[in-house]
């Protein structure tokens, strides 16, 4: 479960509502009918602009933004080493085995690849070829939200105009008009509230997650196709250290003592 993002939207929620009552009350902003044009309109022109797998497939990537196992990339190196040594003692072949209790079909798409003698050009197309469309997947996901965050403010925008459309029909009572410009100014709070604490937030989260787990997954290309090449595993280690910034840098030493690199 991902803290950031609960403790964000939470506390997001709470400052704005404490905000509202230090100077007001909070039924001055509840307002069904700003409500359904500012998250009625967001979801429909949302449905219009992609197909409906992808707009309901967009639960499935709100799921992601709260529960998502990150891939340490140190994790992965530490791995990379542990291949690099027996491959190096007793042959690639030997990777098959230590391939069935790797989890991550990626990195063991990527050993069966090796064990199988493809050739390292191929195995690099194919492994690139996926991440590319591994990006695109979560790019759609990411875009989704980046939409919705610009179509709640143009809602927001559009229900204030209708509600200044009603107050300027009843001019003649005079008493009507601070009410009903107050109510025409909560949709716009609603479309901007919406794009600003949940819409945009989400899909900036959504971005940051694909652009570690993409560099994760090109730290394996690199590690799997070292491993091909038959490099020392001290080089292959330095190699993929540069994947990682040098304050989060493991030393290796150890492990590759015990490993008899």
Do not use: C
Not at 190 to 205: D, E, I, Q, R, W
């Amino acid at each position: 479960m991902d803290i950031a993002t609960i403790v964000g939207l939470v506390s997001g929620f709470i400052f704005i509502i404490w905000g509202i009552l230090i100077s007001g009350e909070i039924g001055s902003f509840i307002d069904i009918s700003s409500i359904l044009i500012v998250i009625g309109g967001t979801l429909a022109s949302t449905l219009i602009s992609y197909p409906i797998k992808s707009f309901l497939g967009s639960f499935k990537v709100v799921k992601n933004a709260f529960f998502h196992e990150e891939i340490s990339p140190d994790g992965v190196i530490a791995q990379i080493i542990k291949l690099a040594n027996v491959a190096r003692k007793e042959g690639l072949l030997s990777l098959e085995e230590l391939a069935e209790g790797i989890d991550d079909k990626f990195l063991k798409k990527g050993i069966m690849l090796i064990v199988d003698g493809t050739d390292p050009e191929l195995v690099r197309n194919i492994l690139e070829t996926e991440l590319v469309f591994l990006e695109e997947r979560h790019t759609e996901g990411q875009s989704l939200f980046e939409t919705m965050g610009s179509f709640a403010p143009a809602y927001g925008m559009l229900g204030t105009l209708i509600g200044l459309i009603n107050m300027l029909k009843k001019l003649e009572d005079p008493s009507s008009i601070g009410p009903n410009m107050s109510v025409a100014l909560v949709t716009t709070f609603y479309g901007s509230f919406l794009a600003n604490v949940v819409f945009l937030p989400m899909a900036n989260k959504l971005k940051i997650r694909s652009n570690r787990e993409i560099l994760v997954k090109e730290l394996m290309v690199e590690g799997l196709l070292s491993i091909q090449a038959g490099e020392n595993p001290r080089i292959i280690e330095e190699k993929l250290k540069t994947f990682v910034p040098p304050e989060l840098r493991t030393d290796y030493k150890d492990q590759l003592e015990s490993e008899g690199a």
